[in-house]
């Protein structure tokens, strides 16, 4: 306690970061009570925060000052300076210490209290010339002190202008340039990160993220994941064609360059004699077609047709990428990582570099390519009697499209009916797989591209050549599924477990089309992959192997090493390594799924936004949350599913409805459908 200071004596104070001066009232134990000039109450403050600054009682019946008036009392600069020169020593620790009062007759003309409250006030302000000690007395800074606090002054001085550029910067509703990013910093770079990643990761928890509420009101974002969205892609900090999910995934970055070279030093081997070469067939005079949409760079699969001793033989041919890409090489580790080739609406990014997928791997016309190649004969009810796998090479002498295959089909012109031929046979396969309990989804399915012409919509419809291709895709997954159970070999087997479908009476009270196949599919499992053969449900196959793309999944490549080993005598891998395999491969496989998925919103947004005023009809499937008004339609001239908000009142699947676009933001990601 300050015994010193009694009741009546003008005090010195900082209360709540203002310095005041005021008369002290009364004193009970620790505290003590304050008056102040002005319109300032009363105050109970502890006695330890109390200075004495008028022993000699000067001002006793002085009437305290009003806060407002004391700056008109402030010490001229002249004085204070004149003040410092006379007491300022070089010396640190110098012995030139002054009361405030001392201080006070030494600057102030007239010395009176409102002057004293001034001075008071100027000590705690920003000036650079006296310090107030701790034991309650000032003392002049020496000259290097005052150099350094100018120093630091300056520094706060230009950091306070760079950071309201900055602020400057951020407010401005444009693109950044890469000048003025680079004048942001790398604090900056690390909070769009950050704010990115939380869109990616955690959307809903944008408004109370810390470190966006920190900066949201001075830089105007608001507190809605969209709100934040919008700011960086009108900033270019975020690319809005770009899926959100591909940031930090595999897919992310390009292939390195010592890939890129390895690639190339493959490709030029391709021509050359490779280990195992000798025990491949030669399948190059067999008429073989490939067939894909136009544009189509990964060749995967090639059929020909042999009629041999009286009989039809499908030969389904799968490139053999093992050929030159050997297991746990630098290359094979990349693609096991990526486990997929990733298709966008502008492109693909592939499983491996296309240096190498789109060349010498792929099965090109007119090229002699190596192969896996499975012949297949079938009875007449469309069931396998016999089949054969072989290493082969193989001479594609047709690259077709879709479109150019159901001509040929169609047509079945003299000489080369064997596309008829062989959609013929395995439409006999497919009603054989019907009878065995497939469910059949064969409709027309729309997605959305972007080229250099612009944004389009694509439907693809089911054609005879589509068709027959994936009904050789699906016999070949079960040869070879066939061939994995006969030498009890481990493989990826797809599986799905058998689902309680709709009874035939509910069915029919529902129309034929989108409507009946979404009350189907609502009852379907999700299919599984496991190292032991089960029977696939929707497929209508006892057990089933994906086993054709293994340019572009990697799954698929380890399928055609583990027959390979087979056909070699050499040691396969084993179950729980293959296991091991499949669980790896599983996250990047969800992950394509997401950015895939996640790229058609986007571009459907677009889409949506550029025909606000179109009206389509629309066909009810079903309620997704009824309580919400949200449901599930499908629009026959997009071929596409929608979600949207449904106004008609009780609608039942297969009504007609009418389809209008509500909101259509694709900078905020936002989509919304009025069906009526």
Excluded at 241 to 250: E, H, N, Y
Aim: one cysteine or more; a negative charge; glycine letters at 6%.
């Amino acid at each position: 306690m300050n015994n010193s200071i009694q009741p009546g004596d003008t005090v010195a104070v900082v209360l709540k970061g203002s310095p005041l001066i005021g008369r002290l009232l009364s004193v009970k134990g620790s505290k003590a009570v304050l008056s102040f000039g002005g319109q300032r109450r009363d105050q109970g403050l502890p006695l330890r925060d109390l200075i004495a600054i008028d022993p000699d009682h000067l001002f006793d019946n002085t009437v305290l000052p009003a806060p407002e008036r004391v700056q008109d009392n402030a010490p001229s600069a002249r004085a204070v300076v004149e003040a410092w020169q006379l007491l300022e020593t070089d010396q640190p620790g110098g012995m030139a210490r002054l009361s405030l009062c001392e201080l006070g007759e030494l600057v102030l003309n007239p010395f009176n209290l409102e002057g004293l409250a001034a001075l008071w006030s100027w000590m705690h302000g920003s000036q650079q010339l006296f310090r107030w000690r701790r034991d309650r007395l000032v003392q002049p800074l020496t000259r290097d002190e005052r150099a350094n606090l100018r120093r630091q002054r300056r520094s706060e001085r230009l950091a306070q202008r760079h950071e309201q550029r900055q602020l400057d910067l951020l407010l401005a509703e444009r693109v950044l340039t890469h000048q003025e990013r680079d004048e942001l910093g790398q604090v900056w770079d690390e909070r769009f990160s950050h704010w990115i990643q939380l869109l990616k990761d955690n959307p809903a928890g944008v408004g109370t993220d810390p470190e966006l509420q920190q900066w949201s009101e001075s830089i105007s974002i608001g507190s809605e994941a969209a709100d934040l969205r919008q700011w960086l892609i009108v900033r270019g900090l975020l690319d809005p064609d770009q899926p959100l999910a591909l940031r930090g995934s595999v897919w992310s970055r390009s292939f390195p360059a010592d890939l890129e070279v390895e690639a190339k030093r493959l490709a030029a081997l391709a021509t050359e004699e490779q280990p195992d070469d000798a025990q491949r067939i030669d399948l190059t005079d067999l008429a073989t077609y490939s067939l894909d949409d136009a544009g189509t760079r990964e060749i995967d699969d090639a059929l020909s047709l042999e009629r041999r001793d009286g009989c039809d033989w499908i030969w389904i041919h799968i490139a053999d990428p093992s050929r030159l890409i050997s297991i746990d090489s630098p290359l094979d580790l990349e693609a096991r990582r990526r486990a997929t080739s990733l298709y966008l609406a502008d492109g693909v990014m592939p499983m491996l570099p296309l240096e190498l997928a789109a060349g010498p791997l792929s099965l090109r016309a007119g090229v002699r390519c190596a192969a896996l190649s499975v012949s297949v004969r079938l009875g007449v009810d469309g069931a396998v009697e016999e089949h054969r796998i072989v290493r082969s090479w193989v001479k594609p002498r047709y690259g077709l499209t879709y479109a150019d295959g159901d001509e040929l089909i169609e047509l079945a012109p003299p000489g080369d009916e064997a596309l008829s031929d062989l959609s013929r046979l395995l439409l006999q396969r497919m009603r054989w797989r019907r009878a065995k309990g497939a469910v059949m989804f064969d409709r027309p399915e729309g997605r959305f591209r972007r080229s250099d012409e612009g944004l389009s919509l694509q439907v693809i419809d089911p054609s005879p050549s589509r068709l027959m291709v994936s009904e050789a895709m699906l016999l070949m997954g079960a040869v070879v599924a066939s061939f994995g159970q006969q030498h009890d070999l481990p493989l990826p087997y797809r599986s799905q477990p058998a689902a309680e479908l709709p009874s035939t009476d509910e069915l029919d009270r529902i129309p034929e089309g989108p409507a009946r196949d979404a009350a189907i599919k609502r009852c379907l499992s999700r299919g599984v992959q496991g190292t032991r053969p089960m029977p696939h449900f929707s497929l209508g196959l006892e057990a089933y192997v994906q086993a054709t793309s293994p340019i572009r999944r990697y799954a698929d490549l380890v399928a055609h090493r583990q027959i390979i080993a087979q056909l070699s005598e050499s040691a396969p891998m084993g179950e729980e390594r293959l296991g091991e395999l499949i669980d790896d491969l599983d996250d990047p496989l969800r992950q394509s799924i997401q950015i895939s998925r996640e790229d058609q919103r986007h571009w459907q947004q677009l889409w949506f936004a550029e025909r606000q005023s179109t009206v389509w009809s629309a066909q009810f499937l079903r309620w997704l949350r009824p309580q919400d008004r949200l449901a599930l339609v499908h629009v026959s001239d997009l071929a596409m599913d929608l979600v949207g908000c449904v106004t008609a009142s009780n609608p039942e699947p297969g009504d007609t409805l009418e389809l209008r676009v509500g909101r259509a933001d694709p900078v905020r990601g936002e989509l919304q459908l009025q069906i009526s």
